[in-house]
Each structure stands twice: as C-alpha cells, then as structure tokens.
C-alpha cells in the first residue's frame, strides 16, 4: 500500500493524468487492495475491476487448475487463488482487532529478556504449498510473560538456508538454544549447519542447533497461540518480514502461507519447554 501511494503520484504525462495498471490475487475484503480499489472508497480512487478465474489464463499449462485445486481442496482458499474472487474472511481464525493494537509491531529489540532462543522451520517438506518460506523465529521472553518475535523470512536452497541460520548465531545478541523442526526429513540439516559453521571457521557453533520433532498437525500447533493474541502479549518485529507475518496471521488457516507463524509456535514452545525445566 506504501508502494501504491507513493507510485500514483507520478501518474502524470504530457500535462495529462495517468493511469495505473494492476494483476493481483485477491487478498480477502480486510485487505487494502478491495478497500481502496472495490469497495466503499473514500479516498477519491477511480478504478475499475476486471475478474477472471484462473482457468481462463491461456498461459497455464494443461491440468494446472485441476492439480492446485486438489492441493487447495474445495473450500475458501481455492476461490481465493483460483477463483480471483474477494472474500469476507470471516472463517479466519482470530478477529481483526487481535492485529490492530498499536504495539502489534515493535522496532527496538526488549533489553529485559529473560531468555532468547530462535527456531526454524524448513520450507519443501511433504504438503508444502508452492512457494512456501524457510521461516527462523527468533524469540524474546521478557519478564512479564510477553513474547517478542523477530522474524526471518527467505526462499532458497537448503545450503542457503545453513548460511542464514549460522549468520543469525553470529549476530549480537545471546541465544541461549536454537531448535530446528526434524519432522519430513528437517533432520538432515543438523549436520549440514555443522558443515557450514566449520566453513566459516565457527567450530563454537558446530551442535548449536537442535532437533525438535513435532507432534500435532501444522494447525494445530498455530492455534496454540490464539491465547497469547487474545491477551495482548505477542509483538511481532516491523520489516517486510513483519509484513508478511501480519498477512499470514489475519488470514490464518485461509492464508496460502502460515510458515512464519509455524517458527513462531515452535519458539515459544521451545521457550516454554526451557523455562518448565529453570
């Protein structure tokens, strides 16, 4: 939306106003996209909607539709991606107003943590959509019972994502443990890590990263943080990844991505796990 505002003010040419062109999937009716360009607009917006379903694309090849729709199953997510449609999200899991307060967002990193640990969760496992994130939560539990996540969002190779994780044990800051889902094969970058960490000639990082194997579903595990949404005490770090999380949680399960929110479970339960055992 920043991009937008800023971008129609150059839309001007020969002392004649511009026009702008814009393809996009639809994003829900709680998005800024259906606010200011559908529906009841307020801002003075002229524009006009062209929808068309994905099977109408000439481009795609044959069967695409057939195979993404059993991917997606039958339900909203498959109107939304497929069928270009807007949607009244209100089968998302958590209410609008939980994404609204206005410490959602945070800048500077809490100094009171009373523990700090990071946790990754591989994109490419067996079920992931298309597209899907290598997503690390970094997570900061301050002494009041609030969670502070800094998230790291990035596509790649598995040898990239090695690199990322050993750059984040570099930066300032303690880690006091850095857990890795080993669910669907996730185990083998351990010893990838260790490999990567000797290359940099950072051999104090070699077992820095553990496995830990999950036991419910990806949904299952999301929703345990419905409660802390609930109470106010969930702070997500500002920044493109920020962005992107803010997105995946206000559609969540409707969402084509949840992997930001996927690591942030997986800290704060492995958070929880070590202050049990304190």
Known sequence: EEVFDIAIASLREGGEQG???LTFTPMGKAHWTYKRLVGERTDGTA???VHSHSRENPFLPPNFVDTITRQYGAGLLAQQE???EFL???DTEW???YFERPDFFYTADPKDARLRVAFYDGAGSPGSKIGDWHACSI???TGDGHLWFDNRLWRGS?????????SICCEPGRLDACGIETNFGGDIMIP???YTAQKYKRPDLVGKWFGVPHVLKKEQRIRRLGTYLASGTIHVKDGPAGRETLRQGEQFPLCDHDDAWDAMDGARELASRLLSSA
Not at 158 to 166: C, N, R, T, Y
């Open 19 to 21: 026009w702008m062109s």
């Open 47 to 49: 524009s006009e909607l």
């Open 82 to 84: 497929l069928g270009g």
């Open 88 to 90: 009244d999200m209100g």
């Open 95 to 97: 209410p609008a107003s």
């Open 139 to 141: 997570l900061s539990v």
């Open 158 to 166: 598995q040898d990239q994502a090695a690199d990322m994780l050993i």
């Open 192 to 194: 990838l890590l260790g």
